[in-house]
């Protein structure tokens, strides 16, 4: 079954860095493109940014650019998604989804989501 | 960047059709996608390239798109379609998903 795994729950400081990984199961990362995708409470869902899987090219939000760092392990086939220097409006449940294929096709697969609460 | 608007909230009894709208500066000009999303789960497309369902997804489920609106269009609504609707097109100009602000849809 063809599914992605996020890593757990965080909370962290504001100020400090937070890691989330994005794991495939029953398939590989290789030809994927990986979103990432931010929502707050109560808030639409936000782009953070994107990486492709099989050359690792990558273009992050204006918004997150100076914060975020977007990688693969194609090893392990899983994606990560860094965002530094936390702040509390970073709270948000932060998602990756993939796409087989160019960046801009329909995200037909999701990983189930990770809370990162960030306290000051 | 570009901006998709959608109404906050649709109630429908059972049974009806359920009609949400994503606006958008001709939007007809771009292939829109909807995904579907019950609280506390992530989100589930449900709608591609304006009209096309996934596997699994009922035929209940339909879209359209032309001018400045795209539709989702959800028929013989069921309490399990109480959920956030959200449109999403791809903005070229930044070169990532654009996401409407989601309407909620509630089965009376």
């Known amino acids: 079954q063809k599914q992605l795994v996020q890593s757990g729950p965080e909370v962290k400081k504001s100020g400090t860095s937070v890691k989330v990984s994005c794991k495939a199961s029953g398939f590989t990362l290789a030809s994927s493109a990986v979103q990432w995708v931010r929502q707050a409470r109560g808030q639409r869902l936000e782009s953070i940014g994107w990486i492709v899987v099989g050359t690792g090219n990558t273009h992050y939000a204006q918004k997150f650019q100076e914060r975020v760092t977007i990688t693969r392990d194609m090893s392990t086939s899983t994606a990560y998604m860094e965002l530094s220097s936390l702040r509390s409006d970073d709270t948000a449940i932060y998602y990756c989804?993939?796409?087989?294929?160019?960046?801009?096709?329909?995200?037909?697969?999701w990983g189930q989501g990770t809370l990162i609460t960030v306290s000051s | 960047s570009y901006v998709l608007t959608q109404p906050p909230s649709v109630s429908v009894a059972p049974g009806k059709t359920a009609t949400i709208t994503c606006g958008g500066n001709?939007?007809?000009?771009?292939?829109v996608h909807w995904f579907q999303q019950r609280p506390g789960q992530a989100p589930v497309l449900v709608i591609f390239?304006?009209?096309d369902r996934p596997s699994g997804i009922p035929e209940r489920f339909s879209g359209s798109n032309s001018g400045i609106t795209a539709t989702l269009t959800i028929s013989r609504v069921e309490a399990g379609d109480e959920a956030d609707y959200y449109c999403?097109?791809?903005?070229?100009?930044?070169?990532?998903?654009?996401f409407g602000g989601g309407t909620k849809l509630t089965v009376l």
């Open positions: 999403q097109v791809w903005d070229t100009g930044s070169d990532h998903p654009v």
């Open positions: 989804a993939e796409t087989v294929g160019a960046t801009n096709r329909p995200l037909d697969n």
């Open positions: 390239y304006d009209r």
């Open positions: 001709n939007i007809g000009d771009k292939s």
